[in-house]
Each structure stands twice: as C-alpha cells, then as structure tokens.
C-alpha cells in the first residue's frame, strides 16, 4: 500500500497527540493511562478485544462519552496542539464533523431512516459551512460520487432501506468527509461488512485518505484489516497500551506475549495449518479475569509471567524504530542496544 | 454410505413482494467423522441449509437422508429421534440460551424431552459433559449471565453434545467471540469430534478458520454452491472466480499483499441474476454467462465448480 504523504519527516506537533488518558466510570478505570500520536496523513490502527478499551478512546476523542465516564484530570487530547477537553460546547461541535470525521461499525443505526441520504449529506455540509441548499444539494452528489455510490443522481433521493450495508456505509464515509476533515475516526468500519464489500469500504477510505490528504484512526479487533492498512499499530489489552510499532517489524516478531498470543492463535489463510496437526495455541482464561487486580493485566493469562509481573504495572520500554512494548520479557539485546544509542 | 445425503435440496420463502430462493437445489454427502466447511457471505443460503437439515425450516423441494433414512417428511414424532442424532450449536451464544434456566436446567431438559435415563443417570450425564467441555462443577447452578460469550459458548456446546449425537451442525460458532477465545473453542470443538466421533458441519463467514478446521468445503453464493472441494485442494487451486475473490478479500498478517477487491455488492436473493448468478462481478465473465447458469462439474479429485470457465 501507498504511505503517508506527509512522511518521513515528522512534523513537530503531531495531529493528534493523547497523553495519559485515563477514563473512569465510578471506582472503575476501563482506560488507565493511554498515550499515541496520529500523525498527519499516516493510517494509524488502534487494535484489540472487547473489554480492551479501545473503542472508549476513541469516543472521549470525539467527545461523545457517555455522561457517566470522567476523563481523569492529567490526562491530554490535543487535535493541532489544542485541548479538546477545554474546548466551548460550541467549538467542539465545529470540531466534530468539521476537522474530524467519523464513521462507526452500524451504518443503519447512525443514519436517519425518514431522510434521503441526500438530505443527510447535505445537512452535515450545511452545518458547518454557509452553503445554500441548492448548492448543498450539488455538493452532496458530487460527494455520493466520490465515494462511488453508482448512479449518485438518482440514488441521492434513495432513503437508507433502499440501500445494502456496504452503500450506506460509503453514505456515511460520504457524510465523515464532507467537510474536509484532517483526520477521520473509524471505529470498526468494516465488521458488520461481507469480506468483499469489507475490502472495498478498507481501500475507499484508504483512497480518500491520499486524496484528501487527511490521516485515519482505524479502530479494529481484525490483525490482519491492520497488517495490511495501517502504517502505525498500537495494540491495547484491558486499558493500557502494551505495545506500538509498524505491522510489519510488529507482526513479524511481536515482543508482547499477549501480541504473540493472538498472532499463534488466529488460524492463518496462507498457512496450512489443519486441525489434524494439532490444537492451535491457546490464551487461557479471559480477559474479564483481570477486574480489580494489581501488576501486569495479562500476567495471569500469560506464560512468561513471574512474581514482579503480579505486583507492578510493567513500564512502556521506547524502543528503535517507534517500537513500544510494556513487558521486559521478549525484548532482546538487539533492541535494547539500539534503543540506548538513539 | 454417507451419514448425511442431500439431494437437490430447495428452500424459499414467500414474501409479500415475491419469492425468496434462500437456497436452490444444493446437493452434499456427508461422511461419519467428517467436518464439511459451508462458506459464503450475506444471502449464500449457508444458515438456510444448516436450518433446513434439522428440518428448523421445511424444505420446498429435495431429499435429506440421514444414515440412510429420508427424513424430508417425516412426522414429527419420528423427528425426534432424527433431532436426538443431529444437534446444532448457534453463533450467539447471548440469545440462544434462556437466561431464567440455570446451566443444569439447559442441560437437563434435552434428556428429559427425548426421555433418557432416571433422575441420577440425567445428573450422572449433566456433570460429566459440564466437566468434558471445561467448565467446573460450580458452573451447573449458576444463570447464562454470569458468564463470559466464550464460557457461554462451552454451555452451548455442552448442550450439544449431551445427547450424544452423531452430527452437530455449528452455525458460525466462533463468530461473536474475541479473537483469543476463539482458539479455545475449536480446540473444544475438535476434541469433542475426536472423544465422541462426531461429524460436524462448519458454517462460517471465515475463510481462515475454514481452512484450519475443515476436511471439505462447499463454496456458496446466492443459494448455490459454486464450488466443493477437499480443503487442502481449495486451497492449493481454487477453480471458481468467487472462491478466488473471496480469498483474495480476506485480510491476513501473513500477507502486506493487496488484490484489487471485486467490484459490485452482493445481489439480494430476491433478485437473483440471469445465467451465473455471479456474473455482474465476475472478471472472466463472457457472453454465455449471462444466459446459462453453469452446473456444478466434476472436474477429478473430489473438486466441482459451477463455472463455464473453470
């Protein structure tokens, strides 16, 4: 796949650029202590399982948590070096479907079913910007076409019904990026998707990404929708990062047992591997087990785990190469050394 | 002779609005201790045909001969003793179990209703079976809600198995599951195959989990199969443009390649194309697609593909 346009020189203030976040419902803490950048124009996939905290992140970015959660004071969510959270009411409307899209996994349940999609493309262009209905209506088509819903004229007076899941998904991606965002959200874009319509909606936005110069926060639980789309990954298990790099050194030799774990448990398409050579690797337990323990979340699931993984919270070891990894256990020489000279 | 034999066998519905051909003359044989692979996307049929073996659905036209008897038209009460052999296992573990039965009442009734053993043979079963798919003792007087979709999951293959049946149909058993749960439960499911003999028919959206778990797939599309063949050989030399798209569309770790995605959407099976019902996206599609629908041939080996260009 292309890279990012913007890249290799990394620009001083990243796009968007979260530190600590810590979010809390009550004595609860589901995302305790994230930090990543997006950078502009890059592919940037946040991956990991339910329960990971993943999907929260992204909503306390877009600012629409639920009025429960508390962002705990210290922690940061800067878009262009300013504070969204210290944004007006006002301000973060214009932020939100201005400079940053969003698209979300249920296309069905985020469009209006009484409204042509006409209609709901040219309402979020006019919200944001002095266009006249008529030409609101224009930009909408153009838009319809750009995301290559066939036939855009006719289909621009169709409501969602009439449409299949993967047409009103382009709908929404349609309304993400009427507006010219500088980054679009994706929260799980493509999992109630068909695996061919999946791969079409993946290399539309990516498509858009290059041509509307903006960069993509891909919210996935799929490795391999990350291998081959994203330029930076940041894995995420029970509300902490435990580790960041690019797929492919990251994929290739993961250094977090939990990201080894999931890449030896996934049956591969290209591997021929068969249930009669045996049982494929397993990681025991579940992640619900870890409510209200101390140390390393994943220290009781996994296999490299020893008496100081129960007691602290391992640090996130800055590796070469962007890498980051919160687990001393699979990291070697190599690495370390490389790290120390930088 | 096959444990399970269909012959072309036909689902629709009749809706408001016209005729629904959900599946349309599928044929399959289906060997004792054999996993068959059913994959397709939205509309193939591959739910239907899971449905309409257990007779969930009635068949429109065909025959299902189980173990050499034909249970298309069987009465119910004689359907029963089919059901008893062939149990299913649903991919949402959420919906398909009560949650005011705890774990021991799910397990208990299935012998109650096909009238099996006394009061301490039932619970003699009912702890064992608990105990082969990995949950504890503890487990049985507990709701379905105070467990995890993976451990729920088990509760449902438990349930299953505990009439000992000789074919469990599993309809998309792993896809609500995260990703490190779903390596527990194929290992169940494959050790249960093993202990207990049974023949499984695997229906999933996951080719990769096909793959690793089947010993032979049917390829669907639109209430046909397209294309069958021995899994490994799929795999080596996919003969049909739709099973070749379809493994071209599935995102790997393995592989930073990048196919170029089929164009179109999936046509509703409403309104089924002319001819090949996959021409509209098919890259090698010629004239005569459009007008004959291919019939699904021999092509050696235990391979068929319905494709004039095969």
Known sequence: MNGPIVQPRVPAVPLLAVEDLRIGFGAHQPVSGVGFDVREGETLAIVGESGSGKSLTALSIMGLL???????????????????????????????????????????????PVMTIGDQVAEALRQHQPLTRKAAKARAVELLDLVRIPDPHRRVADYPHQLSGGMRQRVMIAIAVACGPRLLIADEPTTALDVTIQAQVLDLIDRLRRELSMAVLLITHDLGVVAQWADRVVVMY??????????????????????????????????????????????????????????????????HACTACRETIPVLHHLTDGRQVACPVLITEEHRVAAFHR | MSLLSIADLSTHFR????????????????????????????????????????????????????????????????????????????????????????????????????????????????????QRVGLDAGALDRYPHEFSGGQRQRVGI????????????????????????????????????ADLNLSYIFISH?????????????????????ESAPTRA?????????????????????????????????????????????????????????????????????HSAACHHA
């Open chain 2, 234 to 302: 799929l795999w080596s030399a996919p003969r049909h443009p739709y099973t070749r798209a379809l493994m071209d569309a599935v995102p790997d770790p393995a592989r930073r390649r990048h196919a170029a995605p089929i164009k179109g959407d999936l046509p509703s099976p409403q309104d089924v194309p002319t001819g090949c019902r996959f021409h509209p996206r098919c890259p090698l599609a010629t004239e005569i697609c459009t007008r004959v629908e291919p019939t699904l041939d021999r092509l050696g080996d235990g």
């Open chain 1, 238 to 303: 029970a509300g902490r990062k435990v580790e960041q790099g690019e797929p492919d050194p990251l994929f290739a030799r993961p250094l977090h047992p939990y990201t080894q774990g999931l890449l030896t448990a996934s049956p591969r398409l290209d591997d021929n591997f068969h249930y009669s050579d045996g049982p494929l690797n397993e990681i025991p337990g579940s992640i619900s087990s870890v409510a209200g323990q101390v140390g390393c979340a994943f220290a009781p699931r996994c296999a």
């Open chain 1, 66 to 112: 639920p009025s429960s959660a508390r962002i705990a004071p210290g922690s940061s969510i800067r878009f262009e070096g300013r504070e969204i959270s210290a944004l007006s009411v006002k301000d973060a409307r214009a932020l939100r479907g201005g400079s940053i899209g969003m698209i979300f996994q249920e296309p069905m349940t985020c469009l209006n």
């Open chain 2, 206 to 226: 996951d080719l990769s989990v096909v793959r690793y778990f089947t010993d032979r797939v049917l390829v669907m599309y639109l209430g046909r199969v397209v």
């Open chain 2, 158 to 193: 438990a349930r299953a198995l505990i009439l000992e049946p000789d074919l469990v149909i599993c309809d998309e058993p792993v896809s609500a599951l995260d990703l490190s749960i779903q390596a527990q439960t194929l290992n169940l499911l494959s050790r249960m195959k």
């Open chain 2, 15 to 130: 809706l408001p609005n016209g005729a629904l051909r959900a599946l349309d003359g599928v044929s399959l044989d289906l060997q004792a201790e054999e996993t068959l692979g059913i994959v397709g996307e939205s509309g193939c049929g591959k739910s239907t045909l899971g449905k309409t073996i257990l007779r969930l659905v009635q068949p429109t036209s065909g025959s299902i001969r189980f173990a050499g008897e034909d249970v298309t038209t069987v009465p119910t009460r004689k359907l029963a003793q089919f059901r008893r052999r062939a149990q299913m296992v649903f991919q949402d573990p959420f919906a398909s179990l009560n949650p005011r039965h705890t774990i021991r009442k799910i397990l208990t009734d299935p012998l109650v209703v096909h009238g099996i053993g006394d009061k301490p043979e039932r619970a003699r079963r009912v702890e064992d079976i608990v």
